[in-house]
């Protein structure tokens, strides 16, 4: 076995989707029904048209949960807002490649507030933005939609990017996280898996229902059903 198929499936349920006004509640639902890290979407009506919430509200989840928080940064100028976002409380800190200049020099800001760093592109931008990096990431995530909202539909074609990430970093022998972010539910769970992610966003799938531990689990066990098939 590869060294990131021996990866843990890990599910990172998005808040994007959550009762707001119950956030304590709701983060801590998810993590009682085995939900790995929290999934937050930051969005600033300028990169994205949504706009979602900033360091602050980080701050408060970090308050609720024990289990890692992974913050996808939806903004323009992300390098301008880490060291915000890392005082925070973010566990893992992701920006896209397609909103910044000099992709290095950030992931390097990043790994200094001592976070890991992580990068990610939209559907319609290659992994070429970010490839010559490698070395220096701790997480891809490939958008298998485009960011901004939740409740999409998964496009399938985006996996092929995933296989590309996935047998870069077993080339450079680079134990990195592949995750997806979009439209996953328990079908393109096994999906992502197959292709090679080791790590699975779900919004609306798990915090659309009043079933987070069902959810969570069907995630999981298809995700290795069907990374064991592909083994
Ligand atoms: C989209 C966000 C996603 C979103 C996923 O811009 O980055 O994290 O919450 O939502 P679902 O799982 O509903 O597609
Ligand atoms: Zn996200």
């Known amino acids: 076995m590869t060294e990131t198929a021996e ?3 890990e599910i990172a349920p998005s808040i994007l989707s959550a009762d707001f006004s119950n956030l304590e509640r709701e983060v801590k639902a998810a993590q009682d029904a085995g939900a790995d890290r929290m999934h937050c979407d930051v969005m600033d009506g300028h990169f994205v048209p949504n706009i979602t919430f900033g360091p602050l509200v980080v701050e408060a989840v970090k308050k609720h949960v024990a289990i890692p928080l992974d913050v996808h940064l939806m903004i323009t100028d992300p390098e301008k807002y880490i060291d915000a976002f890392c005082d925070a409380g973010s566990d893992i800190l992701m920006f896209h490649a397609e ?13 200094k507030k001592g976070v890991r760093a992580g990068v990610t592109v ?6 070429e933005l970010f490839l010559d990096h490698l070395e ?6 490939i958008m298998s939609v485009y960011a901004g909202f ?3 539909k ?5 996996m092929d990017k995933v ?3 996935y047998n870069e970093a077993q080339k450079r022998g680079l134990a990195i996280d592949i995750e997806v972010d979009g439209g996953v539910n328990g079908e393109t769970a096994g ?4 292709s090679g992610a080791n790590v699975l966003v779900a919004g609306s799938y798990v915090f659309g229902t009043g079933e987070y531990q069902r959810r969570i689990s069907i995630l999981r066990e298809n995700a290795q059903a069907c990374r064991a098939q592909r083994a």
């Open 7 to 9: 990866k843990k499936i």
């Open 99 to 111: 909103a910044v200049e000099n992709v290095g020099a950030v992931l390097q800001k990043i790994r």
């Open 122 to 127: 939209n559907p319609d931008y290659p992994v």
């Open 136 to 141: 220096m990431i701790d997480q891809v995530l």
């Open 150 to 152: 939740g409740g999409q």
């Open 154 to 158: 998964f496009i399938t074609e985006t």
């Open 163 to 165: 296989k590309t990430v």
């Open 191 to 194: 999906i992502c898996a197959a």
